[in-house]
């Protein structure tokens, strides 16, 4: 059959060049993904498999999880070949570090790609309560922001130590930007600029302590600001890109075209796609209710589920690098392995399209010309 719209042309993990269509209309079903095929970012060498696992729930995210809980979903990660791992000094209050950092250490350092995030300094606090945003049993460290040059190495040496890795792969920006500051933003942000926080990464990257530098956060905009006064090489970008919110398709176009590998998260928009009727993490609007449900019929009608659609989409656009999916246990990465190496045929893509249900320009998985 068929296919119209722009052209577009981007290399697999096998290094096949894929040139097509950004309209879909053929009928073939492409081989699905596995989550142990690699991409690399396309200015540093750092690879990683296209599903990693995001660890804030080894802090406890919601509710108490065991370490054997957590030890469950990092080795049946590993078995399934994932060897991308996301964690962060605020998860649990350090508690994600200290616990992903026990498990990847029984591993030789070569065979797995780390990252971790600078932006908040933790500090010895007993007055940290049984749950504190979130995490439930919170260790007694309570975090400041900072993005100073001072703070940004004082909570990378933090992390070393509590990771036993002296150099994590990639180093994140953690939680900036206007969302989630307010009012405080530009104060932050001066930090992160005048203050010496770019500078500190800078440094840290060029004396090879880390190899890749970005930002990890919930809003494109403040990326797109920060490519204009720093040379980032990657950004961890949670919810703005998905099958449900493609507002930012010329932002990640510009990531495409600049070299900024993009690491998707919240690939499920805080649940809103795999079933939970949230987004944001608040009750969903009747408007964003009626395109789930919208999605979720054309889903029934092609024999597709919802979050297989959920977790690929996103790795279709050049810029994306990885989908980080986060798993409290053995049972829920298995069923985000299932749902990710899914086959899904190259019709429902289109019909996606046709129903108007993503944006005109989005690449679209197995899209060939």
Not at 65 to 94: C, L, N, V
Request: net charge negative; charged share 25%; hydrophobic share 35%.
């Amino acid at each position: 059959m068929g296919v119209t719209g722009t052209p577009f042309e981007k290399t697999k993990a096998d290094g096949r060049i894929v040139c097509g269509h950004l309209h879909q209309t053929t009928n073939v079903k492409v081989p699905a993904m596995k989550v142990s095929d690699k991409r690399k970012l396309p200015h540093r060498d750092v690879e990683v498999t296209i599903m990693g696992l995001g660890c804030a729930q080894m802090g406890n995210l919601y509710r108490l999880t065991p370490y054997e809980e957590s030890k469950g979903a990092f080795d049946k990660a590993w078995d399934s070949g994932m060897r991308y791992f996301d964690t962060a000094p605020f998860y649990g209050y350090t508690r994600s570090e200290r616990r992903l950092g026990t498990m990847v250490t029984e591993h030789d350092r070569s065979e797995y790609t780390l990252s971790t995030k600078v932006g908040r300094v933790m500090v010895p606090d007993e007055t940290v309560g049984p749950e504190e945003d979130t995490y439930v049993a919170p260790l007694p460290f309570r975090p400041l922001y900072d993005y100073s040059y001072d703070a940004i190495m004082r909570s990378f040496e933090a992390s070393q130590q509590r990771l036993g890795v002296l150099k994590p792969d990639i180093l994140y920006i953690h939680d900036i930007g206007p969302y989630t500051h307010g009012d405080k933003h530009q104060h932050y942000w001066d930090q992160l600029t005048t203050g010496g926080g770019f500078k500190a990464l800078g440094k840290l990257r060029d004396e090879g302590s880390t190899k890749a530098v970005g930002l990890g956060v919930n809003e494109w905009e403040v990326v797109r600001d920060a490519m204009e006064v720093f040379d980032i090489d990657a950004a961890m970008l949670a919810g703005r890109y998905t099958l449900l919110e493609q507002q930012s398709l010329s932002f990640m176009n510009a990531c495409a075209e600049k070299g900024v590998g993009i690491v998707v998260a919240g690939a499920f928009n805080s649940g809103i796609l795999a079933g939970n009727r949230k987004f944001n993490y608040k009750d969903a609007p009747a408007e964003l209710l009626a395109r789930v449900d919208a999605l979720h019929d054309v889903c029934e009608e092609m024999g597709v589920s919802l979050q297989a659609a959920a977790l690929q989409f996103p790795l279709a656009h050049p810029a994306s690098v990885t989908v980080v999916s986060g798993a409290r246990n053995a049972e829920q990465l298995t069923s985000n392995i299932a749902w990710f190496e899914q086959d899904i045929p190259d019709a429902f893509w289109a019909e996606l399209h046709r129903r108007g249900l993503i944006a005109e320009g989005s690449p679209v998985p197995g899209a060939k010309g």
